[in-house]
């Protein structure tokens, strides 16, 4: 498990730091960067619920190879022919990696439930870590040859591969079928939506604009008429009548926003150089790396004291803290960026609330349901993760598109100020969300009541 983690993690994090680099040989701007980060997070999106669904319909093992050989042919295509096409094409392929965390809390909580927790938060740690290191490393191959570096996934894909073919199935029952119309509906649904969040160029009083957002409510809204009739939901939005569960996910949803919204325009401010915008570091593809391995190493630490400060603070304060950590840190960045050491700084606090908040949910979601339905609730979380990221990565989009430089190719420093402050404010919803966090143990203390199996009242 921890080498396909390995493999998520290094996938997650080698292309990032090259944007800048490759999109300049490419000729692709900085709007069509972040685009083509935004493009990742779509993917992440759309694939989440299909994976875990797949995964509790023919086996978590069997998905998680298709998974796996999807990433691996996505990462090949981008390291043999960088374009800006199969750049697009890759990253999308490389989109599945979002069902490897489901599929494989599904088979840890089958096979060794009684290790859930801590499994949780080592594969969490190793994940954020291997980001770090995955950026570290194409950093250095591109010293010299910039596209040097997009052969930094390949290596790991093999071994996960091979890591795929040895692990054990779940033995959780399986049953149901594929709702393919709830599929094509929230597919449509998201990409409609996405594309009004990011076509800030557009103008948001554009006909085009209200229309194309009108029709993603629309969808949207009959994706989710259509799941919760179904008998076999592709994504159980009745799952969200479970009180915890709906805010765990509204959490991970806001948190998320910035966290990992803003991956894609962190690498471009770092990039960039002060002398042709006023603001930046001016930083080369393995300085960039380097910086976000530091962050991605708090975030690490942050990931393998959450079970320890879970037992002593109890769930509820380890949600909270992690919000008002996200949101500190994103206002340190909008009022300190004159200098790398107060940027750090901040983005150090971001990477450690990164740790807490991706373990506490996954723990969090997966505890909260009975264990033949532990990958559609973890599926379920990750979803709300992905929407975050996409909708973050859009919404920042949107605010460079507006404050782009005229016949130019960058961004002006208000672009960056919009954004850091609106990853801020989304995550003190998130705070807001998790002090409304209510632990069985709690709502027992409180009404006298024991949860019923799967976490719901009785």
Request: hydrophobic content about 55%; glycine content about 12%.
């Amino acid at each position: 498990m921890a080498v396909v983690v390995l493999f998520s993690g290094i996938v997650q994090g080698y292309l990032t730091p090259l944007l800048p680099e490759v999109g300049l040989r490419l000729h692709i701007g900085a709007v069509g960067q972040n685009n083509i980060y935004l493009l990742s997070q779509l993917a992440f999106a759309v694939m989440t619920p299909l994976l875990s669904r797949l995964g509790d319909l023919y086996g978590h093992r069997k998905l998680l190879r298709v998974a796996l050989a999807m990433v691996a042919g996505g990462s090949l295509l981008i390291a043999v022919r960088p374009s800006a096409v199969t750049l697009a094409v890759g990253v999308t392929l490389q989109g599945a990696l979002v069902g490897f965390f489901p599929l494989l809390v599904g088979i840890l909580r089958s096979r060794a439930p009684e290790r859930n927790r801590i499994g949780i938060s080592l594969l969490v740690g190793v994940l954020l870590i291997a980001i770090g290191v995955g950026g570290l490393v194409a950093g250095a191959l591109s010293e010299h040859h910039a596209e040097a570096g997009l052969w930094t996934a390949v290596p790991v894909a093999v071994l996960a591969v091979v890591a795929g073919l040895v692990l054990p199935d779940s033995d959780a029952p399986r049953g149901g079928r594929f709702h393919y119309g709830a599929a094509a509906l929230l597919t449509v649904g998201l990409v409609a939506l996405v594309l009004v969040l990011a076509q800030g160029t557009w103008g948001w009083g554009a006909p085009r604009t209200i229309v194309l957002a009108v029709a993603a409510l629309a969808v949207l809204a009959a994706w989710v008429a259509v799941e919760r009739r179904s008998a076999h939901p592709l994504v159980s939005v009745r799952m969200l009548s479970n009180p915890r569960l709906a805010v765990v996910s509204g959490y991970t949803f806001c948190a998320a926003f910035g966290t990992i919204g803003f991956l894609g325009a962190n690498a471009l401010f770092l990039g960039a150089s002060r002398s042709a915008t006023g603001y930046g570091m001016g930083l080369g593809p393995q300085a960039i790396a380097t910086i976000s391995l530091a962050m991605v190493t708090a975030g690490f630490a942050g990931s393998t004291l959450t079970p320890r400060l879970a037992r002593r603070l109890g769930d509820r304060a380890v949600l909270a803290s992690g919000g008002g950590l996200i949101a500190l840190g994103f206002l340190g960045m909008a009022l300190f960026h004159d200098t790398l050491a107060q940027y750090v700084a901040c983005a150090l606090v971001v990477g450690l609330a990164t740790g807490l908040f991706e373990s506490i949910t996954r723990t969090l979601s997966a505890e909260v349901v009975e264990e033949q339905e532990t990958a559609l609730a973890v599926g379920l979380n990750e979803l709300a993760l992905s929407l975050g990221a996409a909708i973050g990565a859009a919404v920042i989009g949107a605010f460079f598109a507006a404050h782009a430089v005229r016949g130019t190719t960058h961004i002006a420093e208000s672009g960056y100020l919009w954004g850091w402050g609106a990853c801020a404010c989304a995550a003190l919803v998130g705070m807001a969300l998790a002090l409304r966090y209510r632990s069985p143990r709690a709502v027992h203390a409180t009404y006298g009541q024991q949860p019923a199996q799967g976490g719901e009242l009785a």
